[in-house]
């Protein structure tokens, strides 16, 4: 769980196949902005057949050169950056 | 015009395959053609930008209406009887311009949209090359939209990645005082809820 103003860094893709984590934002540090609250989590229902448990999602807001992108990110693609 | 041919491709691709799912659907009995093009033309008859416009419009003339539009916009939009049900269970956030922050949104993975508020998405808004440059060179691309947006003024571009669908509530323009409701829906544009126009 992280709260609002939380520091995390993303991960890299976990797997081949269907994931909500873009590749710009892999290995990216960011700030946790929004907690959106429980939702089925898109990789596991993509890879099997709709059935995934539920998982935080968060709106993580990062730095790209001069201005935010904020992208909505899984608990699971998510660590606290040290 | 690589990527072109493989839009076309895939595009050719994907319709067949929901032609295949639709015939195996009929077989088994669950639905027709039929009852689909019906559902489909009743979600896109109420999907519409108007919508967008009337809730914006509302936000610029109600004060406490756009902190309940910014702080859950999915109970917001449904006291003006926009109808989100088609819609469950995605979450609806509404994201403020002010004088210090511009916003616009995207969908790189693929072309999340608000459906229900804008209507169906412009063709731009699902190109690669919209899609890549929005979150790298914002500037730049608003200023192919002809928008100049001050150095000093912070650019936040959303990525919908997932479960949420955003919308801009764009700054109400300068002597507008007077107007009614419906006359500031009037100056809204669809460009403007996704950030690529000021209004």
Partial sequence: MFEIGARVRTREKRRDGHTRLPKYLERRSGCVVRVLGCFRFADDAAAGGGKAPEQMLYTVEFEQGGHRVCADLFESYLEVDT | ?199
């Avoid at chain 2, 050719?12 to 039929?34: D, F, H, M, N, P």
């Avoid at chain 2, 956030?93 to 999340?112: A, K, Q």
């Avoid at chain 2, 690669?128 to 003024?153: H, M, N, T, W």
């Fill in chain 2, 1 to 199: 015009m690589s990527a072109h041919v493989h839009d076309h491709e895939s595009s050719a691709r994907i319709s067949q395959r929901v032609k295949a799912l639709i015939a195996k659907l009929e077989t088994q009995g669950l639905t027709s053609e039929r009852d689909l093009d019906a559902s489909v033309e009743s979600f896109l008859s109420k999907a519409r930008p108007e919508n967008g416009y009337r809730v914006v419009a509302r936000a610029w003339t109600d004060p406490q209406f756009k902190q309940r539009l910014l702080d859950d916009a999915n109970a917001a939009v449904e006291e003006l009887g926009i109808d989100l049900s088609h819609w469950a269970p995605v979450r609806l956030r509404v994201v403020e311009n002010t004088s210090e922050i511009h916003n616009m949104i995207v969908c790189t993975l693929c072309s999340c949209y608000p459906i229900a508020l804008l209507g169906p998405s412009p063709s731009w808004y699902k190109s690669e090359a919209y899609r890549a440059r929005a979150v790298s060179e914002p500037r730049a691309v608003l200023r192919e939209f002809v928008v100049d947006i001050p150095q000093d003024k912070r650019i936040v571009v959303w990525d919908s990645t997932a479960e949420a669908r955003y919308m801009v509530l764009p700054q109400r323009p300068p002597d507008t005082q007077g107007m009614t409701e419906s006359e500031l829906a009037s100056l809204v544009t669809r460009n403007g809820l996704i950030g690529t126009a000021l209004v």
